[in-house]
Each structure stands twice: as structure tokens, then as C-alpha cells.
């Protein structure tokens, strides 16, 4: 499986309202756009996983999704799932790892690929 991570903003036309609608005291989360994140588990087509999905509390920095899947097509699904609320950009991940060990064979491994 490769993995993915996803950067994603919220499209500006929802960020837009959703600042509105804040200033005007309707606060809360858009029960749609809820609905949405809560059944992509359910949705997802099989060849794919989401390992994590962080939505960052700071309006200059991206959102991010990691996703595991050999199928490009399953990206564009996930794109398309959350059309009109976000926009994603794709980029593939190398592993480095967790641990001391794993990230030393990781160095390992790009120290030999280099020579």
C-alpha cells in the first residue's frame, strides 16, 4: 500500500458563511458537512484506509488527511465525497517512522540509495 497525505482547505465560499453565520452567534458545525465526516468510514471504497485526519485550529495552516491505498481512483473519491465543502491536494509519503530503529533504517535505506 502507498500512503498519501492530503493537504485540504475548507472552500472559501463555506468559510466564508461559516464566519457569518459565527459573527451573527449561529455558531455550530453544518449538520450536512457533519454527516459527511462521520459516514466516510462507510463510504470509502475498500482498497482504501484513512490512518488519521487533522483539521487544524489555526486558519493559516492546512488541514491534512493520511490515506493508504494502491488506487488513484480512490483519492478522487475522497475529493469528490467532499466537493463544494473541501479541496484536497495530493501528494504521496515516504515512511520514516516511529522509532528510533525505524527511522534509522530509514536513513539507512536513503544513505544506500544515494551511493
Request: proline share 4%; with cysteine.
Amino acid at each position: 500500500m502507498a500512503t498519501y497525505v492530503g493537504f485540504y482547505d475548507i472552500n472559501s465560499d463555506w468559510a466564508a458563511s461559516n464566519s457569518q453565520q459565527a459573527r451573527a452567534g449561529e455558531g455550530g458545525m453544518d449538520p450536512k458537512f457533519a454527516s459527511l465526516v462521520t459516514d466516510l468510514p462507510n463510504k470509502l471504497p475498500s482498497s482504501c484506509s484513512v490512518l488519521a485526519s487533522y483539521g487544524t485550529t489555526s486558519a493559516n495552516r492546512p488541514n491534512v488527511m493520511i490515506v493508504e491505498t494502491d488506487n488513484q481512483a480512490d483519492l478522487n473519491f475522497i475529493s469528490q465525497y467532499y466537493g463544494g465543502w473541501l479541496a484536497f491536494d495530493w501528494v504521496p509519503a515516504a515512511k520514516v517512522g516511529q522509532t528510533q530503529a525505524e527511522r534509522e533504517e530509514w536513513r539507512a535505506a536513503q544513505t544506500g540509495a544515494s551511493s
